[in-house]
């Protein structure tokens, strides 16, 4: 009996030391490959901590993720957050897109920031991000035998597609910014919902995955600064106007007419 349960026990340790070496060894992989590719993706130096992912569950989290903003804008930060919770197919690390169940971001922050020649940070990342997924990946290097000629390069492997099913942004705030006014507002961002991302594509490149996520950040930003009553559309005006006046044949924007006050009433 006392051999039994040492058995069963020595079982027990090697297989939850196996299943940490796998976790351990999954996470890191996930996390080297998304950090290698964020700055190709995004043309910034952006950054990922990391990522923790369960070889058994698929669930998991991204963690400490930071993209600055392109050269030429003021803030410092085009989106960063502290957490994400994902969970992946993982039946679908064997097959040709990756298949997310689940993105849910809580808390992030973003800015959104307009230059004096109508270009915002947000649009110039996008694009990049076009670029990317447009652009084919480079080629492997060849390795010279000894006393032999190079050989040829291996063929370029085209990036792993991704299935979103489901992308959730609550909780955010967006910095409204421009180089033409001093002002700064923090506004809440309306939720962003995005469901079956590349599902009727069989799978999107991580490049374009990003730029539709951007786009309607981007759309939900500009909602929250043009929301009646908004302070940011005192900003977005003065933007506008100050960006006219560079082309010819500018006019400047009217400015929203306030309701008039109801006469006090005296008893």
Known sequence: MRK???????????????????????SRMVTHRLQRALPQLTGTAATVEAVRLSPFTGAGEIIGLRIPNPEGFAEPEALSLDRARVRVELLSLMGPALVVREISVDGARISYERRADGRDNLAWLRERMTDAA??????????????????????????????VDSLVITNCRVRVAGVLS???????????????????????????????????ITTSAIQAALQPGSQAQGLIRNLVDNFRKHNKGAKAVPKP???????????
């Open 4 to 26: 039994f349960v040492k058995a069963v026990l020595i079982v027990a340790i090697v297989l939850f030391g196996l299943a940490l070496l796998a976790q351990f060894g999954l």
């Open 134 to 163: 447009a652009r084919p990946a480079p080629p492997a290097a060849g390795v010279s035998a000894p006393a032999g000629p190079a050989k040829p390069p291996a063929p370029a492997k085209p990036p792993r597609k991704l299935i």
């Open 257 to 267: 007419e306030l309701p008039k006050p109801e006469p006090a009433v005296l008893p």
């Open 182 to 216: 001093t002002n700064v507002m923090a506004l809440p961002l309306p939720t962003v919902a995005m469901r079956d991302l590349g599902r009727a594509q069989g799978g999107l490149t991580p490049a374009e995955v990003g730029g539709e996520v951007l786009r309607a």
